[in-house]
């Protein structure tokens, strides 16, 4: 049971590239989210998913798009990298989204934006 | 809206010594509340939970928190630091439909030898 796991762990960009960041669990959970982690700022919500085939933005969706492939997957991806997502992404998943539902983090993946 | 405010973004203690972050937050309906434990290089593991059954809630590693209503805090305490301790600390408020959890700009715990 590896729980959330996240790919790449680290990746450069350069202004303007595009990429795409990888979340899976292996816990059954129907909920998953995508935060990034600033300095100072504590995690803010990028997009989630209640269930398959849902997603809602976030508190700052933009320059971001995801997608739930499945139960299992939820990807996050960059169409035009800028400077200022450079920053650690979390994905999170939970057995549903309630509020008294604890999140599951992954590792992170650290982004760096020249 | 809600959000969470923790007073100090750092804060030190000598080992054996009492570790008290503080936690208030605001929200328009009764919270649910959490703290999370982010060690370096870590994704983040839940400390503990306040979902209204109880205001003294225990977590994991001997560290418990106090949903006071009247002063609209959840602080984080342990009677003794240990050195395993130091790690950046979030509190978490999260609303009634579940779907936003909002992050406290988290506190980075130093414990001394």
């Known amino acids: 049971n590896a729980g959330v796991t996240q790919t790449p762990k680290f990746q450069v960009l350069k202004t303007g590239q595009s990429m795409t960041l990888q979340c899976a669990q292996d816990?059954?959970?129907?909920?998953m989210y995508w935060y990034r982690q600033d300095p100072g700022m504590g995690l803010r919500l990028i997009y989630y998913?209640?269930?398959?085939?849902?997603?809602d933005k976030g508190e700052v969706p933009n320059g971001y798009n995801v997608s739930r492939l499945n139960k299992r997957e939820f990807s996050l991806r960059l169409e035009s990298a800028a400077p200022s997502q450079t920053s650690v992404y979390f994905c999170?998943?939970?057995?549903?989204?309630?509020?008294?539902?604890?999140?599951?983090f992954g590792p992170g993946t650290r982004l760096l934006v020249l | 809206a809600q959000s969470v405010t923790q007073l100090g973004s750092h804060v030190s203690v000598s080992e054996g010594a009492l570790v008290l972050l503080r936690c208030n937050y605001s929200?328009?309906?009764?919270?649910?509340l959490f703290w999370y434990v982010q060690y370096p290089n870590q994704g983040l593991q839940l400390l503990l939970k306040?979902?209204?059954?109880?205001?003294l809630v225990k977590g994991i590693n001997g560290f418990e928190a106090e949903f006071k209503k009247s002063e609209t805090s959840f602080h984080l305490t342990k009677p003794s630091a240990h050195m395993s301790d130091a790690a950046e600390y979030f509190c978490?408020?999260?609303?009634?439909?579940?779907?936003?959890?909002?992050f406290g700009g988290g506190t980075r715990l130093m414990v001394k030898p």
């Open positions: 978490a408020v999260r609303n009634n439909a579940g779907n936003m959890l909002t």
């Open positions: 816990m059954n959970h129907n909920s």
């Open positions: 999170a998943s939970s057995v549903n989204r309630g509020p008294q539902e604890t999140q599951y």
């Open positions: 998913s209640a269930s398959e085939g849902t997603t």
């Open positions: 929200s328009s309906v009764p919270p649910y």
């Open positions: 306040y979902t209204s059954a109880a205001t």
